[in-house]
């Protein structure tokens, strides 16, 4: 039985060998055939046909390689023209960011055209694309593109300035920094507020500094029993003492109104635009200390209660 087995399995490997000489004799001759098949003249006419079109890809790449970096570097030469002569002008620093980054932008646009042409692709599809494009991002940002709106508004009409202190839509504050999209300010208390271009633009704006002299408006009430006339000699008296107080206009003194429980008398002043609110506060305190010496009595409420 074991014998058999032997014999068996001899024959089987003799048959293996022998296919696998058959299969590598095949394969040769299958090589050889391929070979043989492979002659001068068809590489050489591979190539002549491949050399054009590789000669012809590399020169368009080397072209638009040139107009890259040629277009750059000009580009970033005229920005730089561009800024300096801006800066000329006085610009505010927002509006000169603005339009030195739309102008960049516009002359990539202008290398992207140039390149689409030498890649062989209609301007008129590109510029359809480009459109769609800005219809979708306009759609999707309608807040931020009022706002934007807004800040170019306000940049370029210049209805304030950094540095002005200014107060509208519930805020108020002085000016730190005018952006395209969000102004800055900061409050006398030192909290930072940012406004919406879009809101501020829309909105009533008073600005406190835009002029060197600011007029010191002051009403103050004194007792029907007190002197009227010693009165408006004290006002006149602490304009008077105070330097910050501009000589000319001077101020002025008069009776304001006859209300129920006082005599309002009012006080038109003017001062520099910088020093508006200390004067002020000065000025309050040095009239209660005048009245005081005077016997000027100013009224408040009173309540009276009797005993018995």
Same mark, same amino acid.
């Given at each position: 039985?074991?014998?058999?087995?032997?014999?068996q399995?001899?024959?089987?490997?003799?048959s293996?060998?022998?296919?696998s000489?058959?299969?590598?004799?095949?394969?040769?001759?299958?090589?050889?055939?391929d070979?043989?098949?492979?002659q001068?003249?068809v590489?050489?006419?591979?190539?002549?046909?491949?050399?054009?079109?590789?000669?012809?890809?590399?020169?368009?790449?080397?072209?638009i390689?040139?107009?890259?970096?040629?277009?750059?570097?000009?580009?970033?030469? !005229?920005?730089?023209?561009?800024?300096?002569?801006?800066?000329?002008?006085?610009?505010?620093?927002?509006?000169?960011?603005?339009?030195?980054?739309?102008?960049?932008?516009?002359?990539?646009?202008?290398?992207?055209?140039?390149?689409?042409?030498?890649?062989?692709?209609?301007?008129?599809?590109?510029?359809?694309?480009?459109?769609?494009?800005?219809? %979708? @991002?306009?759609? %999707?940002?309608?807040?931020?593109?009022?706002?934007?709106?807004?800040?170019i508004?306000?940049?370029?009409?210049?209805?304030?300035? @950094?540095g002005?202190y200014?107060?509208?839509?519930?805020v108020?504050?002085?000016?730190?920094?005018i952006?395209?999209?969000?102004?800055?300010?900061?409050?006398?208390?030192?909290?930072?507020?940012?406004?919406?271009?879009?809101?501020?633009?829309?909105?009533? @704006?008073?600005? %406190?500094?835009?002029?060197?002299?600011?007029?010191?408006?002051?009403?103050?009430?004194?007792?029907?029993?007190?002197?009227?006339?010693?009165?408006?000699?004290?006002?006149?008296?602490v304009?008077?003492?105070?330097?910050?107080?501009?000589?000319?206009?001077?101020?002025?003194? !008069?009776i304001?109104?006859?209300?129920?429980?006082?005599?309002?008398?009012?006080?038109?002043?003017?001062?520099?635009?910088?020093?508006?609110?200390?004067?002020?506060?000065?000025? !309050? +305190?040095?009239?209660?200390? +005048?009245?005081?010496?005077?016997?000027? +009595?100013?009224?408040?409420?009173?309540?009276? @209660?009797?005993?018995?």
């Open positions: 039985m074991l014998i058999s087995l032997l014999i399995a001899g024959k089987s490997l003799a293996s060998a022998l296919e000489e058959t299969l590598a004799a095949d394969v040769k001759e299958a090589v050889s055939e070979l043989q098949k492979i001068p003249d590489v050489a006419d591979t190539i002549k046909r491949i050399t054009p079109l590789a000669l012809g890809f590399l020169y368009q790449l080397l072209i390689v040139i107009i890259i970096v040629l277009g750059r570097k000009l580009i970033s030469l !005229f920005a730089k023209m561009l800024k300096t002569s801006l800066d000329r002008l006085n610009m505010e620093e927002g509006a000169r960011k603005f339009i030195v980054s739309l102008v960049k932008a516009l002359l990539y646009l202008i290398i992207v055209f140039i390149i689409a042409e030498r890649l062989g692709i209609s301007s008129n599809s590109l510029a359809a694309v480009i459109g769609s494009a800005g219809i %979708a @991002v306009g759609l %999707a940002l309608q807040g931020s593109l009022s706002n934007l709106a807004g800040g508004i306000i940049l370029f009409m210049r209805p304030f300035k @950094v002005d200014i107060s509208g839509i519930g108020e504050g002085s000016v730190s920094m952006g395209i999209i969000y102004t800055t300010l900061i409050t006398t208390d030192n909290r930072k507020i940012t406004v919406p271009n879009g809101s501020l633009s829309n909105a009533v @704006v008073t600005n %406190a500094t835009a002029f060197d002299k600011r007029r010191l408006d002051i009403n103050i009430g004194i007792s029907y029993d007190s002197d009227i006339n010693i009165a408006k000699e004290c006002l006149k008296d304009y008077d003492r105070d330097e910050r107080i501009c000589k000319e206009p001077e101020a002025i003194i !008069f304001e109104a006859f209300d129920a429980s006082c005599i309002t008398l009012g006080t038109r002043a003017w001062c520099k635009t910088s020093e508006y609110f200390e004067v002020k506060c000065n000025i !309050f +305190e040095h009239i209660k200390a +005048e009245f005081d010496k005077k016997g000027i +009595e100013i009224p408040y409420n009173k309540l009276y @209660v009797k005993l018995g």
